[in-house]
Structure formats: structure tokens, C-alpha cells
């Protein structure tokens, strides 16, 4: 049966209503009383997953999320991680930024609804959870200032803002700038009932060959108790990733901070407490991000490290990276769930591992082996839809049989 057929027969109307009656566990290799995390990232950054293009009217686009919704529990989902401030733009009426640019095509133009508002609402309704994912740093994914909305507070404060890589950032190392991305961020949490806080893999940015980061001026101000500068910029993200998990709980009681890295902490070659990968960027050295150490610190409530590989790839081998974050996890109460790259299963351009479609399908077997992990998350909601070699229909036929109640 192929992809869209299996999400029709799935369907019915009388299995959208044993969705929200969550059926004893029987998943191997995990206990009924633990729960399990089945989720999926809806990105709109360059309106990715959704809206499908900017522009469409109001009821399109609510229909759009609908569908999402609704296809997430006909695949017996029981989360959606909505991306909802893409670019330092907000998709609810933010007392602090602009309407994502997403949405209409011109950032700054009211809509005429509420998406935020909608999607918990409607998932809830649905008996999923919603994680709002937000993204502290990018204001942009290009370099001229003028392009933004009069009224952006990076207009507003261009000393916040650093061009690197062909786009725009706020600069981590400001502190007015670490309270005002908090302040932006939590503006949602303290409207809605959210279920989680998300954030992805970007902090400092990526490194791009040739280009400088240039927050020298911020490092001479601030940076005098530390040693180098990579040191100070890892502070820099450690402060902002403690003070959030501080506010959130401040600002809403129960909603979860849960952040998704990529899945190299430090290779074992340059960190014995490393994993055996040899992966070209390590998050600890180039985007500045201690991830093993908010895990170990007990920071987070969940880390889904992106572990976006095949098993068996020579460089960074996903039957390597899950135990590893298996052990990172051990005894911290810090929930894992696994990020899981979707978006490769038959692309041509991949290697010939990610042309079976059961590659996804042998990750959770494996993952069912170490009972630390407690889920999977799938990039994206495009592929999710597309299937175009039917791995995610695979995975709900092999281990989503039945409902999921979300881990506790």
C-alpha cells in the first residue's frame, strides 16, 4: 500500500476518535507506563512545511495546519513541534516583534488570525501535544537591514545585529540581547497553554569558511573573566539556556523546555567523554553549545539530539550516536527522544541506506533496545505528507500499531 493510501485508510472517523482514547501500550521493548514521544517538526522558516506559500488567505491556511494536525493522528503522532518564530517574527500578535513575513509575504502584515492560538487550541482538541519552537538568534536569511519591517527591533537596535554567512543575527553576546530574545519568547508562553518551550540546532551560527563572526566589541566588554573567546560564547549560550528554563517556569507552570541539537556533542578524538563520530562540527567548539552539559546540569526537561544519519555511516554512525546519548542521558531525569531525518528516506542524493524504506523503521528497533529513549521526531511535516518511498508509512505499521500516550 502506498504512502497516501495508508494515510487515507488510516483516516476514518472512528479511528480520529480512538485517537484521543490513548489504548494500552504494547510497543516493544518499553514499558505501558512510561509513554512514548511520536512527533513532528511543521517548520515555516521559508515556509518549508507551512503555510505551503506566503500569501494565501486565512482560511487557507488554517486549513493547511488542520491537515497537518489531522494527518499527525491518523499516523498515531501525539505531538507537533510548530515552528513559530522563525526569524525573530512571530506567528501570534507578539508584543515584541512583527508578523512573520511567513505568513502574508510581508512581514509586519497582520494575517487576520491567530495561528498560534489556533494550533494549541486544535491540537489539544486533537489529543496531541503543541511545542512551540522558537529560534533565539536569526533575524534573517539575508544581510540587509532595510528589508526588515520599519518597526523590527533589529531596525530599532542595529548594534544588536551581526551579518555573517548571508544572513542576519542577533548578537549572543549582549545581555540586553540574551533578556530581549527571552522576553520575545516567553510573550507566547505566557498567552498560551504550550506544552513545551523547542528550540533547534542554532546558536552561534554554523561556521562558513572565509567569514568572521565578528563580536570582538562585545567580547572586550564582557569577556574578561575568561580565557578565549569560544569560552566566553559558550557562557553566553549556557546563560541564556539556564535563564529560559528559569522564566519558563516562572511564567507558566509545566510547560517543558526541550531543545534539539545537532547530534554531536564533541568527537571522542577531540574529548575522550566524546562519541566515536567524525563528524566535521562538533556543538561544543563551533556553535559554541555545551549540549552534554544542560543535560548533566538538568537545564532541560528533553534533548532530541538530530541524529540524522543512517546506520553503518562511517562518520557519524547512528547506532554509535544513540547509545552514546543513552548514557549522556542516564540518571539526569532529562527526557531523550531522537531526532530523525525523514526528509532523506529516497532522496537520490543520499546514501544507498536511505533508498530502503525500512531505514527508519531499524532505527526504532534499535533505539527499542536502550530504554533511555523515550521517542522519535520527524523532520518534516512536508515528508511526512510526501512519503515518497513509504518509510514513515513502514514506521506506523511496525510500531505505531496503537495510540501513545506522551512520556510523563
Known sequence: MG????????????????????????????????????????????????????????AAQEAELIAHLDRAVAL??????????????????????????????????????????????????????????FNPYRVANHTDPSRLVASHPARQHPEWVLPYGGKLYYNPGLPEVREFVQDAMLDAVSR??????????YFYPYPVAGQVFDDDAAYERYGEDFATKAAWRRDNTD??????????????????????????????????????????????DDLHADTRKWVKEGWIDYICPQIYWNIGFSAADYAKLLPWWA??????????????????????????????????????????????????????????KADPVGAMARVVADHYQVRARTPR
Not at 356 to 365: G, I
Open 192 to 201: 498560551y497553554a504550550v506544552d513545551a518551550v523547542h528550540w533547534d540546532d
Open 76 to 133: 498515531r503522532l501525539n505531538a507537533v513541534i510548530l515552528q513559530v518564530r522563525p526569524s525573530a517574527d512571530a506567528l501570534w500578535p507578539s508584543s515584541y516583534e512583527p508578523w512573520a513575513q511567513c505568513l502574508t509575504g510581508v512581514q509586519g502584515k497582520d494575517p487576520g488570525w491567530d495561528p498560534l492560538g489556533t494550533a494549541v487550541r486544535e491540537a489539544h482538541a486533537r489529543g496531541l501535544e503543541l511545542h512551540a519552537w
Open 327 to 384: 548514557e549522556t542521558v542516564r540518571g539526569t531525569g532529562v527526557g531523550l527522544y531522537v531526532g530523525e531525518a525523514l526528509y532523506k528516506a529516497g532522496d537520490p542524493a543520499q546514501p544507498a541506506a536511505w533508498q530502503d524504506p525500512a531505514e527508519l523503521s531499524r532505527h526504532l528497533d534499535f533505539a527499542a533496545g536502550h530504554p533511555e529513549v523515550g521517542g522519535h521526531v520527524y523532520f518534516s511535516a512536508k515528508q511526512v
Open 239 to 284: 546563560r541564556l539556556v539556564r535563564e529560559t528554563a528559569e522564566r519558563i517556569k516562572e511564567v507558566r507552570s509545566g510547560v517543558r523546555f526541550g531543545i534539539s541539537p545537532f547530534a554531536v556533542w564533541r568527537n571522542a578524538t577531540t574529548d575522550p567523554l566524546g562519541s566515536d563520530t567524525a563528524a566535521g562540527v562538533e556543538t561544543y
Open 3 to 58: 504512502a497516501a493510501s495508508t494515510v487515507a485508510a488510516l483516516m476514518t472517523a472512528g479511528d480520529a476518535v480512538a485517537a484521543r482514547r490513548p489504548e494500552p501500550r504494547r510497543h516493544r521493548g518499553r514499558r505501558a507506563d512510561k509513554g512514548e514521544l511520536r512527533g513532528v517538526w511543521i517548520a515555516t522558516v521559508a515556509n518549508l512545511d507551512w503555510p505551503s506559500k506566503a500569501g494565501l488567505s486565512a
